[in-house]
């Protein structure tokens, strides 16, 4: 089993910035994607953004040039640098990690989550 730790999560207000964390731990071997999804109440659960073991990305719509996704694979770690943060950037977020950025949603583990409130 893969363990995921995520950390940074806070409130922050619109137009401030916050960095996400999440390091891996466990059976990690196979795992080649890692990446965040979000959920806010009353919505579906959405990828914000992924990352593959070699450096490709991807981002939802929403976030692009706003939110950079980057990985230290020597510390299994993902992070996600979120700037100019609105308030429909409010979720509790959830590192993913898994055998492709494509199927980690499914096949993926999953962290706990970190809140993330961004007030107006």
């Known amino acids: 089993q893969v363990q995921l730790v995520e950390s940074g999560g806070g409130l922050v207000q619109a137009g401030g910035s916050l960095r996400l964390s999440c390091a891996a731990s466990?059976?990690?071997?196979?795992?080649?994607?890692m990446g965040w999804y979000r959920q806010a109440p009353g919505k579906e659960r959405e990828l914000v953004a992924g990352i593959t073991s070699g450096g490709s990305t991807n981002y939802a719509d929403s976030v692009k040039g706003r939110f950079t996704i980057s990985r230290e694979n020597s510390k299994n770690t993902v992070y996600l640098q979120m700037n100019s943060l609105k308030p429909e950037d409010t979720a509790v977020y959830h590192c993913?990690?898994?055998?492709?950025?494509?199927?980690?949603?499914?096949?993926?583990?999953w962290g706990q989550g970190t809140q993330v409130t961004v007030s107006s």
């Open positions: 993913v990690a898994g055998p492709t950025i494509a199927t980690m949603r499914r096949f993926g583990s």
């Open positions: 466990g059976s990690i071997f196979g795992i080649n994607a």
